[in-house]
């Protein structure tokens, strides 16, 4: 019996048969990949939700933390103003307003810087100082010092206007440094001329309302 071979290809070796077992290691990475991906890109969508909220949620516990400093700063503010020693309720009311950027810088976890404070106080305090009153902060002392040399009209006067112009200037640096702060600022990157509008906005509201304590809820909360 004669047996047929097949006839030896170009390079003189056999014919090679597929393996099957090879061609199905090779192709499952490949199948494999979008199956991978389609899992990676599940998993970041479920995570995104999460992640906003939580910073939804720390930004919320800032902004209500934010609020409760400045009421706090306010009424302190307020109490320094019926102090009847001339010079020393300038003093402690500045010692409050600075107190409540320290707090603020806290709250968010800004470096506090007592020189830029101080300056920025009296930058904004110049824009709400009436315009006769052109030593700003030294102008308004020297006005209120004269009046306390003025039997009851002095103390009248003074208590009739000067807890309520402490409480709405206090209102007004904290809501500033709220927003500035809560908008990634810092005490190096705070310019007063681009918050004076807003600075007003915030003390005439103060001064606009009822009484000297802002409302119990936040802004952005109320938001």
Avoid: C, W
Avoid at 79 to 98: E, M, R, S
Avoid at 162 to 173: K, V
Avoid at 190 to 211: A, C, I, M, N, W
């Amino acid at each position: 019996m004669v047996i047929k071979k097949d006839p030896p290809t170009g390079d003189g070796a056999a014919p090679s048969t597929p393996d099957p077992v090879v061609e199905t290691t090779a192709a499952a990475p490949e199948a494999a990949a979008p199956a991978v991906a389609e899992s990676v890109d599940a998993a970041a969508s479920e995570a995104a939700p999460e992640a906003v909220a939580s910073e939804a949620t720390v930004d919320g516990e800032r902004a209500r933390h934010a609020h409760t400093v400045i009421r706090n700063h306010v009424l302190l503010s307020a109490a320094a103003g019926v102090i009847p020693v001339t010079f020393v309720d300038t003093a402690a009311a500045a010692v409050v307003q600075l107190r409540l950027l320290k707090e603020l810088s806290d709250v968010y976890g800004v470096s506090f810087r007592a020189d830029i404070g101080r300056s920025a106080v009296g930058a904004l305090l110049a824009s709400v100082t009436p315009a006769l009153l052109s030593g700003g902060f030294l102008g308004s002392t020297v006005v209120n010092a004269a009046l306390n040399r003025v039997p009851v009209v002095g103390t009248v006067t003074r208590l009739a206007t000067q807890p309520l112009f402490n409480a709405a200037f206090t209102y007004a640096l904290g809501k500033v440094f709220q927003q500035h702060f809560a908008s990634g600022g810092t005490f190096l990157t705070f310019d007063p001329e681009k918050v004076k509008t807003y600075f007003r906005e915030k003390y005439d509201e103060l001064r606009r309302r009822k009484g000297v304590v802002p409302d119990a809820a936040p802004e952005a909360v109320a938001a």
